[in-house]
């Protein structure tokens, strides 16, 4: 048993290693008093990113990345990524005013450079369970249309990967399906989602989510317009 401590905003940490020939579960106390405990779950460890990269495609920006586990053990993958990327503005400030006298001086600080991060939102999975080989080639990330603002300048994007188990994929697919294929008469049906938590203190209560234990790898990717 180990137990996490509280870094607030509903943030928890411990520091251990877990045993990848044990299986674990997370058991929950609320604050009102409730109880809810995770299916034991395998330690999947995510083999790394082989490579990150980008192709031009009629002036999108399409970025893919390729991995393996040549131990053929993971087979489903999950990815999310941060995103950061420089933009200037439309128009350069040459001058500044002083308030205090009146006066319009030359800036010495440049102030037309600027900033913004992004974290993805949607749901990106990948599977190699129908192939012979534990292989996932050009899995598609994230796509920048033709002009976007994001890589007028400076693009870099940190994509993670997790390895899954079976069910915590098809737990994935389904939310995925519920959230993100829906719209048309020929997406999937609405489902409800469940996962492997469950309320100790009220077995009626539906509990949203699903628990996972492993590790992550990561990958940086710069594109320079």
Known sequence: ??????????????????????????????????????????????????????????GNVNIFLNTH??????????????????????????YQYNPVDSTVTSRTVPVFVCYRSDNSTAIILGSSAKLQQ???????????????????????????QYALDSAGYNYWSAMKNNTENVGSIFDSQPNQTVGNIHCLSDSTETVIGYVGAGTSSQSRLFIAN
Request: proline share 6%; no cysteine; charged share 20%.
């Open 134 to 160: 534990d292989i996932i080639h050009e899995a598609p990330v994230a796509a920048i249309p033709n002009h976007d603002r994001k890589i007028s300048v400076l693009y870099s994007i940190l994509v993670t």
């Open 1 to 58: 048993t180990y137990p996490l401590n509280d870094n607030g905003l509903g943030n928890y940490s411990g520091y251990y290693s877990l045993n990848t020939a044990n299986k674990y579960r997370l058991h929950i106390h609320t604050s009102d008093n409730k109880e809810y405990l995770s299916d034991f779950v395998p330690v999947k460890i995510a083999p790394p990113i082989d490579n990150l990269d980008w192709k031009l495609n009629n």
């Open 69 to 94: 586990d040549p131990n053929n053990s993971t087979r489903f993958y999950r990815w999310q990524y941060e995103e950061t990327w420089e933009f200037h503005s439309q128009y350069y400030s040459y």
